[in-house]
């Protein structure tokens, strides 16, 4: 099979996989020419939007009540985003295996450990653009990552990360800072 020939299969695979998930998932809105790579699982009526030109590799899981925005020419390499309340990701990101949480999952007090999630256990995430996160990295709720920084694999972030920076490590430390 020719170049020619075979780039056009392979658009057509990517045409046929963005309508069938659109059909299959109804909340979940795909921006132009997103390459779905693997597969995705949405889960417990979270609402996705994907911004154009994202690739999506392996398999990549979005699950709870919340809603979750990926801007333009990402990459999500089997990603999972937990949300209750919102995940935002910025344009041109590169999420490597990791997980983010917006939210606690039950209640810190013994007492209430069993009972819904309270609003203090709930908090956004805010990823700018241009931010690379490493593999098994976690990202907590109410975190806010500057634009073009970068977390290490298996960072554990639990404060805001300033723009332009690597962390690593649990708990998080910056070990380098970009220069502008």
Same mark, same amino acid.
Not at 17 to 23: G, V
Not at 125 to 153: F, P, Q
Not at 154 to 177: H, L
């Given at each position: 099979?020719?170049?020619?020939?075979?780039?056009?299969?392979?658009?057509?695979?990517?045409?046929?996989?963005?309508?069938?998930?659109?059909?299959?998932?109804?909340?979940?809105?795909?921006?132009?020419? =997103?390459? *779905?790579?693997? %597969?995705? +699982? !949405?889960?417990?009526? #979270? &609402? =996705?939007? *994907?911004?154009? %030109?994202? +690739? !999506?590799?392996?398999? #990549? &899981?979005?699950?709870?009540?919340?809603?979750? +925005?990926?801007?333009?020419?990402?990459?999500?390499?089997?990603?999972?985003?937990?949300?209750?309340?919102?995940?935002?990701?910025?344009?041109?990101?590169?999420?490597?295996?990791?997980?983010?949480?917006?939210?606690?999952?039950?209640?810190?007090?013994?007492?209430?450990?069993?009972?819904?999630?309270?609003?203090?256990?709930?908090?956004?995430?805010?990823?700018?653009?241009?931010?690379?996160?490493?593999?098994?990295?976690?990202?907590?709720?109410?975190?806010?990552?500057?634009?073009?920084?970068?977390?290490?694999?298996?960072?554990?972030?639990?404060?805001?990360?300033?723009?332009?920076?690597?962390?690593?490590?649990?708990?998080?430390?910056?070990?380098?800072?970009?220069?502008?």
């Amino acid at each position: 099979m020719s170049g020619i020939r075979r780039g056009v299969v392979v658009r057509m695979v990517f045409v046929i996989k963005r309508r069938w998930y659109s059909l299959r998932y109804p909340r979940l809105t795909l921006g132009r020419d =997103v390459e *779905i790579r693997g %597969r995705i +699982r !949405l889960r417990r009526g #979270v &609402r =996705v939007t *994907i911004g154009d %030109r994202t +690739r !999506l590799n392996k398999l #990549v &899981r979005f699950a709870g009540p919340g809603e979750v +925005r990926v801007g333009a020419d990402c990459l999500l390499n089997a990603t999972w985003v937990g949300t209750w309340t919102s995940v935002t990701i910025g344009n041109r990101c590169l999420l490597s295996d990791c997980e983010l949480l917006d939210n606690d999952f039950h209640n810190l007090p013994p007492a209430q450990r069993h009972d819904p999630p309270t609003s203090a256990t709930l908090a956004p995430i805010t990823v700018e653009d241009n931010v690379w996160i490493g593999a098994h990295a976690l990202v907590m709720k109410g975190v806010r990552i500057g634009r073009d920084s970068v977390v290490g694999a298996a960072t554990v972030v639990r404060t805001d990360v300033p723009p332009g920076v690597v962390v690593i490590g649990n708990p998080q430390q910056t070990v380098k800072k970009f220069n502008d």
